[in-house]
T-cell receptor
Framework: KQEVTQIPAALSVPEGENLVLNCSFT??????LQWFRQDPGKGLTSLLL?????REQTSGRLNASLDKSSGRSTLYIAASQPGDSATYLC????????????FGTGTLLAVQP | DTAVSQTPKYLVTQMGNDKSIKCEQN?????MYWYKQDSKKFLKIMFS???????INETVPNRFSPKSPDKAHLNLHINSLELGDSAVYFC???????????FGSGTRLTVV
């Protein structure tokens, strides 16, 4: 069964800290992996998309890595700010017969000023 | 200009009613989706359409019926609403499978 898990479920850090969010997936035959951010009561905002052939993607203070063989991805946030507080979702796309985006359980991040 | 727009944003209705949620995307994408986010914030796919053709239909009660009049629109009609249908429903689109998804802002459905 294709499952995606995120650890930790919740994280609280003081402003300015660097932090890492983890995502693991049971079936390593992924096509790509996408990190999203969801603010309370809002929709999903795409942060980074990593194709299966890539090892990492960067956007500003965000860096996402992918280790397909071990079934893991990490989202690194540098110099965290209170505005980074949100739920972060990892989603894995499987092509072929599956053909769908499977979401992780999410990490609720709170950055304290 | 909103890329993927859903209406209404909030929907409160009584059990047994029939309701529809509309979704439109102006990105020129070929594929559209409906996702359900439950009370524990877990997102799960319900349907996907590629160029008006149903591709994925997960284990969803047949009270839920998607309709795609053209590739820019994917509406969700729900018959005989139940309390357990209360959730946030998200519409999404992608250019093709595996090219990255764009989500709408969601429709919060509350069945009373």
């Amino acid at each position: 069964k294709q499952e995606v898990t995120q650890i930790p479920a919740a994280l609280s850090v003081p402003e300015g800290e660097n932090l890492v969010l983890n995502c693991s997936f049971t079936d390593s035959a992924i096509y790509n992996l996408q990190w999203f951010r969801q603010d309370p009561g809002k929709g999903l905002t795409s942060l980074l998309l990593i194709q299966s052939s890539q090892r990492e993607q960067t956007s500003g203070r965000l860096n996402a890595s992918l280790d397909k063989s071990s079934g893991r991805s990490t989202l690194y946030i540098a110099a965290s700010q209170p505005g980074d507080s949100a739920t972060y979702l990892c989603a894995v796309y499987y092509g072929g017969a599956t053909n769908k985006l499977i979401f992780g359980t999410g990490t609720l991040l709170a950055v304290q000023p | 200009d909103t890329a993927v727009s859903q209406t209404p944003k909030y929907l409160v209705t009584q059990m047994g009613n029939d309701k529809s949620i509309k979704c439109e995307q102006n990105l020129g994408h070929d594929t559209m989706y409906w996702y359900k986010q439950d009370s524990k914030k877990f997102l799960k796919i319900m349907f996907s359409y590629n160029n008006k053709e149903l591709i994925i239909n997960e284990t969803v009660p047949n009270r839920f019926s998607p309709k795609s009049p053209d590739k820019a629109h994917l509406n969700l009609h729900i018959n005989s609403l139940e309390l357990g249908d209360s959730a946030v429903y998200f519409c999404a689109s992608s250019q093709a499978y595996g090219t990255g998804y764009t989500f709408g802002s969601g429709t919060r459905l509350t069945v009373v």
